[in-house]
């Protein structure tokens, strides 16, 4: 059985391309020297030696035109060649992982589904809690974290007296729809994946921020954990639109994946992780609340909020 190398024909096809590079200057070089000779003298034996040559010099550069097209279709095919070559080792390669990980798989499907069935799966809410009827205001949208796609009304209260209230005086706190849905853990809100989850919360997010400046009033927003992901995201795209409404947002991120300050998720290198600091670059009012998605901290009793202070971000 013969076995290529992919990067041994990707090499081949370089060569080739460098060869037929080299061959062509010759060729303009040997050009003029070779067609356009003139007579040793003004006879006619000396016109008719310099006709020949010059006949001679004109036929090899005619060959040499088709010796470099056949080139270049040789070496065009052979990249094809090589592309599609790799394109069916990628499928192949694809197909067998796929194969290995069905195997794999195997033995915990019934576990799986007996699971599934000890859920009662509830819809998820589809249309967000109306936003609060007042302009020229400052109102605070609160998103949930995992688990929490609108915030309880205890939780809206806490999260107002500990982070909103100190820094926006007279700031009207609601509670806004975002999926918040991390796939298998938590079946009862859907089948959302976090990168689906956090995807369908950025636009959730930016027509309840474009609500209340149609309005006229500043926005606050706050969010943490997933929710802090999510308005990462749309930060970056406030960013990427021209940084619009400077003067009227402001956000508060806490649990902040893309910041953390525990030990096990500061090992993640910066650049795997999103940078939300680095991403506001002083052109919007942000706060980070510091330390939370610390993996090493104690478990905090459900439904309390950390005693965290808020610090000013970039």
Known sequence: ????????????????????????????????????????????????ITSLF??????????????????????????????????????NAEQVLWNKVGQLEQPFLPLITQLESNFTY????????????VTNSTVALLMGGTNFPVLPTHYVNQIMSAYITPNFDGAMGTAIYTPEQLWPLTPALGNLTL???IAQGVPLLNAAINTE??????????????????????????????????????????GDPNNPNGRPLRKIPRSVRAGTRCAVERRYAARFAVPHHDLHQPTRRRGQLPAIPVQRGL
């Open 195 to 197: 990168g689906q989850s």
């Open 122 to 133: 509830v819809s998820p809410p589809l249309v967000a809690p109306p936003l609060p009827s």
């Open 54 to 91: 010059n006949a001679h010099g004109g036929g090899y550069q005619q060959l040499a035109a088709h010796a470099q097209v056949f080139h270049q279709q040789f070496t065009q095919r052979l990249a094809a060649s090589a592309a599609s070559y790799v394109g069916t080792e990628v499928v």
């Open 1 to 48: 059985m013969t076995y290529v190398i992919p990067q041994a024909l990707a090499d081949a096809v370089s060569s080739l391309e460098n060869l037929g590079t080299q061959i062509e200057s010759a060729n303009i070089v040997a050009s003029l020297p070779t067609t356009g000779i003139l007579p040793a003298a003004a006879d006619e034996v000396s016109a008719a």
């Open 213 to 254: 400046l149609g309005q006229g009033n500043k926005v606050v927003v706050w969010g943490t954990s997933q929710s802090s992901t999510v308005l990462t995201n749309e930060i970056r795209n406030l960013i990427a639109a021209g940084s619009p409404n400077t003067n009227q947002l402001s956000f508060i991120l806490t």
